[in-house]
């Protein structure tokens, strides 16, 4: 039976009062969801505002895996938060996952109808940032 996630990461408890902001509002509904209840959008936002990483970027790195073009946005939109993640708040990767991502966003960007080459081009430079970004970090865990 899976629980919500305020129970399983019981840090994480709701926001009180009586005006609150839409992010407040939207902290206090993520977190009375079950994990797989999470939207790409619940995801995309704990990117973003740097909540409960691990379990964000974990998620996040399922998603890719099964469709590495995929956003809340646009195409590519999960990738380019999750190198935010990277970048801005040390996020880490599963390194079997972030394996398995490589090999199918590789293949993937090469046989997808992009509308735009320029599109292509976005998408293949985020690509470059992640794998540059694991591979540092796999250099590091070996020294």
């Given at each position: 039976?899976?629980?919500?996630?305020k129970c399983?990461?019981?840090?994480?408890?709701?926001?009180?009062?009586d005006?609150?902001?839409?992010?407040?509002?939207?902290?206090n509904e993520m977190?009375n969801k079950?994990?797989?209840?999470?939207?790409i959008?619940?995801?995309s936002?704990?990117?973003?505002?740097?909540?409960?990483?691990p379990?964000?970027?974990?998620?996040?790195?399922?998603?890719?895996i099964s469709?590495?073009?995929?956003?809340?946005?646009?195409d590519?939109d999960?990738?380019?938060?999750?190198v935010?993640a990277?970048?801005?708040?040390?996020?880490?990767?599963?390194k079997?996952?972030?394996?398995a991502?490589?090999?199918?966003?590789n293949?993937?960007?090469?046989?997808?109808?992009?509308?735009f080459q320029?599109?292509?081009?976005?998408?293949?430079?985020?690509?470059?940032?992640?794998?540059?970004y694991?591979?540092?970090?796999?250099?590091?865990?070996?020294?």
């Open positions: 039976m899976s629980r919500l996630i399983i990461f019981e840090n994480e408890v709701e926001i009180q009062g005006s609150l902001a839409p992010l407040e509002l939207w902290y977190i079950k994990i797989e209840e999470l939207s959008l619940d995801i936002r704990m990117l973003r505002q740097n909540v409960l990483m379990l964000a970027m974990s998620k996040a790195m399922e998603i890719l469709n590495p073009l995929d956003g809340e946005m646009y590519g999960l990738l380019y938060q999750v935010g990277i970048k801005n708040y040390g996020a880490a990767v599963d079997q996952m972030a394996d991502f490589i090999k199918i966003a293949a993937e960007k090469d046989t997808y109808k992009w509308e320029e599109y292509k081009a976005e998408y293949e430079d985020l690509l470059k940032e992640f794998i540059k694991h591979r540092k970090k796999c250099l590091t865990d070996e020294i």
